[in-house]
């Protein structure tokens, strides 16, 4: 690759870092808005999610047509939807590190979904990072001190379902490449909207408490968050185009870093010896996946 290839690659690669920057990041102005303005992280979600759905619903109209008339746009619409009512429930009331780490058990899950929707055959390398990602899951999951696994915690579910749900939403999103790009970010998007503000009425109660009329300074901390989301999924669809499917992979995992970073400065999470070794284990799952031919 010479220095031409390498510099119309550069600003692709940026594009995605600062994806995964904004994605990594995402769990301290949730936390905000959760223990300043009193608003629950689902809550949270509807309403910053509820911009996009504005702005690409309103500037592409055909993308609704083409919606509601495409079932398998409805299934992307619940996949995505789920993921960021989960991921974001999770950073925001759990230990980061652990949340972010069971997301990325996304290889796991891939090989299965991948084999049952897309039809791939089942490999050694994909049976290698099976076992790779179930054993860091293990590691992660097992109590310290005690005899065995015993009832997940409500955080560690929500990454777990966060992460199926994600790798559920980039199959479905490989399997439907051929449907027009608005309609599958407004399915996204939408979806993002609907599930966290279904899972919130349903919920209701103590456990997610009706959201408060917020204040202008929470209001714009509000708006800027929406914004960086929405700027970031420009981010996310402009380098993903222009590189190879398995660069996009890889540099997705800085999201681990920037994540992993940012709790252990702002004391969100800890790092035991366990959670490195599970951890490790995990993340070469899907360094594995993402050097694959």
Do not use: C, K
Request: charged share 10%.
């Amino acid at each position: 690759m010479g220095p031409r290839s390498n510099a119309a690659a550069l600003w692709p690669a940026l594009a995605l870092v600062a994806n995964a920057f904004v994605w990594g990041v995402s769990w301290w102005p949730f936390r905000q808005l959760h223990e300043g303005a009193g608003w629950h992280p689902l809550w949270t979600t509807a309403a910053v999610y509820a911009l996009a759905v504005l702005i690409i619903g309103g500037s592409r109209p055909a993308a609704w047509r083409e919606l509601v008339r495409t079932p398998a746009l409805w299934a992307i619409l619940l996949a995505s939807g789920t993921t960021n009512a989960a991921f974001n429930w999770g950073v925001t009331v759990g230990d980061v590190v652990r949340v972010v780490l069971l997301f990325y058990l996304m290889p796991l899950w891939a090989v299965l979904l991948a084999r049952w929707l897309l039809h791939e055959p089942l490999t050694r390398a994909a049976a290698l990072r099976v076992a790779l990602a179930l054993a860091g899951a293990l590691i992660v999951l097992w109590p310290e001190g005690d005899a065995g696994l015993g009832p997940l915690r409500l955080t560690d579910a929500l990454g777990l379902v966060g992460g199926f749900s994600f790798a559920l939403n980039n199959v479905m999103l490989r399997r439907e490449s051929h449907r027009s790009e608005p309609a599958r970010a407004l399915a996204m998007f939408v979806g993002g909207v609907g599930v966290a503000t279904a899972l919130a009425l349903a919920l209701g109660g103590e456990r997610v408490p009706p959201p408060a009329w917020p204040g202008a300074g929470w209001a714009l901390f509000g708006g800027l968050l929406a914004g960086a989301f929405l700027l970031s999924n420009l981010a996310l669809q402009y380098g993903a185009a222009r590189l190879p499917a398995n660069a996009t992979a890889v540099i997705m995992l800085t999201e681990v870093v920037f994540a992993t970073a940012s709790a252990l400065w702002l004391g969100a999470g800890a790092l035991t010896p366990a959670l490195a070794v599970g951890g490790a284990l995990i993340l070469g799952a899907a360094v594995l996946a993402s050097v694959r031919p």
